[in-house]
């Protein structure tokens, strides 16, 4: 028998003399040998830790059977929305446990589908997943992306659809990227970075993205190169082909900011130049669609919340810009053409709400939903009368319906078939407010009928950053929580885009800490509204959430019973400087500016533990192949908390081999991951199941 009630010995590493200088402050940084996952030194730390970690869970009784049950909830259908692409339809679906989804094919929707790619085929364990996927406009042929243990470097085949074989057309070198294809389908375009150094390449960082045309049959190496700029380093490109096959446009991205240029390439023309429509980066404009010359864009310049303009390139000047769809209450998320109709995704509150217009601009009618929840699809082409789209919940998973663009009808096309009784929960929103007196909205989902007595195991989750809007989302995970008793609460923190830009840069830079402002306001709101009590509540959430985790925790210790980073953003003072963290800039600032220094300090989870606190149970969880947030900022993180630590509770840190950021992870390290993390909740916040 372990010490499993004694406090925990804690693996060392031999802190370094490492200072530097910020602005005139001399910063400790001990743990810098912790950046690099490739030696001898946290190779050992990482095997000692995870020693820890794991002898711990395995001895608590309840993680066996929340492992068992996990399993069983997570057996189900899973169905992706149907989209078509020539005279095909495709869909992604998953038998229940497989651990990466299938993507079949079918002629008609009543006929037999046949699997064009199966993932689970790539890698015994699951750990080679698909990363994208384009198909060309006659439907013949896909291109897709595949990513191995959850990197975000992909490589990119094609194969034929009809034979199953693929080309030996290779690609590699690529992140960030998708593939559009021209219309003679003869070849696609792409984005990708110079090759890395193989050492290094999950630590280097992201610089000089370019811009090519990959023609089928040929090597890489003659891909025509059709837009880069030497002279901005941090620019990446995205291009898409126009529906009819005369533009390319190209979306230039800066860091992870929301604002972008748009330039475009005339495809009738093979010595068109790239002409420059949109070239100052000051608001977003993302292409819905075009009528020959005229380019129709969703946009939030002037206009916060976002609204439809058409741009005519022979006169693109702003002056000449025509409002088609303005602002309205709700943000407006996206819009795509069907029917020769804008379809309108907007959220009111942070939930879904659809609306179709003509387009002149005039309403038509709004597409009944099921409920609160979010509603995500209505994909298609311009002359489409049919779509589809899924409709989720916090206790409804994504069901899928056919809609009727003529009619207004939906129709029930996929249920899935989950072994939860959803009738027993019920799902509330309040508003509250946060330290400046802002209104913040939160979705509260619990089991009918509970008792407000303040003991309630609550789990409180959120993200806050990036323009990112957290809208009502199923979890087979959530499932488990709510089954053992648990309260999950979910607030729409500022820095989100719930309620457009301006929420959104409420919470960025300068304004940072008004997003934790915000989360211990819902702490705090729900302990006085006796759903919960800081022995019983815990917090979660991951990659700029985690930041919002590790932050919370050391601004607030004794607020809560437990804390779940995962994947965090950590040290605030060096995260530009691995893969594309420099992106983040645009979001955080930059220790390189004083202003910006002092209030990433100020927050920074690594520099801001005290020594000789007590801090709440503590579960970081991250994985050894992450090259967006590196391992190095958890890695720091542990060793600095075990360090400070006084209290009796755990602070451990778990890391997954073989595993990146959370996108393609396969399903049965999913439910390892979540019956660990449910598993120390109930240890540690005293859950009785």
Known sequence: MSNFNQPLTYPTVSKSEQVDNYHGMAIADPYRA??????????AWVEAQNQVTFSYLNEIPAREKIKQRLTKLWDYEKYGTPFKEGESYFYFKNDGLQNQSVLYTLPTLDAEPRIVLDPNQLSEDGTIAL?????????????????????????WKVRNIATGEDLQDYLQWIKFSGASWTHDHQGFFYSRYDEPNEKTKLEDVNYYQKLYYHQLGTPQSTD???????????????????EDGKYLIISIWLGTDSKNLVFYKDLTNQNSEVIELINQFLANYSFIDNDDYVFYFRTDFNSPKGRVIAIDTRKPTPENWQEIIPQALETLESVSVLNNQ?????????????????????????????????????????????????FTSFTTPGTIYRYDMKTGKSELFRQPEVDFNADEYETKQVFYASKDGTKVPMFITHKKGIKLDGNNPTYLYGYGGFNISLTPSFSVSLLIWLEMGGVYAVPNLRGGGEYGEEWHQ?????????????????????????????????????????LLVGTCMTQRPNLFG???????????????????????????????????FATLYAYSPLHNLKPGTAYPATLITTADHDDRVVPAHS???AAALQAAHSGDAPVLIRIDMKAGHGAG????????????????????????I
């Open 665 to 688: 992870k396969p399903t049965a390290k999913i439910i390892e991951e979540a019956a660990d993390k449910w598993g120390f909740l109930v240890k540690v916040l005293k859950v009785e």
């Open 224 to 242: 025509i190169l059709i837009y880069h700029r030497p002279d901005e380093k941090e620019w990446g490109f995205t291009g898409n082909v126009t």
């Open 562 to 596: 437990a804390a779940l980073p995962a994947v965090g953003v950590m040290d605030m003072l060096r995260f530009h400087k691995f893969t594309i963290g420099w992106a983040w800039v645009a979001e955080y600032g930059s220790s390189e500016n004083a202003e910006e």
């Open 342 to 390: 804008f379809v309108a995704d907007y959220l009111q509150d942070a939930q879904s709400q659809i609306k179709i217009f003509d387009l002149k601009g005039n309403f038509i009618r709004e597409v009944e939903l099921p409920g609160i929840g979010a509603a995500s699809g209505f994909s298609g082409k311009r002359y489409d009368t049919e779509t589809f789209y899924s």
């Open 34 to 43: 912790l950046e690099d996952p490739d030696t001898d030194v946290t190779k």
């Open 131 to 155: 990363s994208g996927i384009s198909i060309s406009e006659n439907g013949q042929l896909l291109a897709y992306g595949l990513s191995s243990s959850g990197s975000d470097w992909q490589e």
């Open 635 to 637: 890695f720091k993180f």
């Open 506 to 546: 409420a919470g960025m830079k300068l304004q940072k800490q008004n997003v934790f402002d915000d989360f211990i306001a819902a702490a705090e709101w729900l302990i006085a509204h006796n759903y919960t009590q800081p022995g019983k509540l815990a917090i979660g959430g991951g990659s700029n959430g985690g």
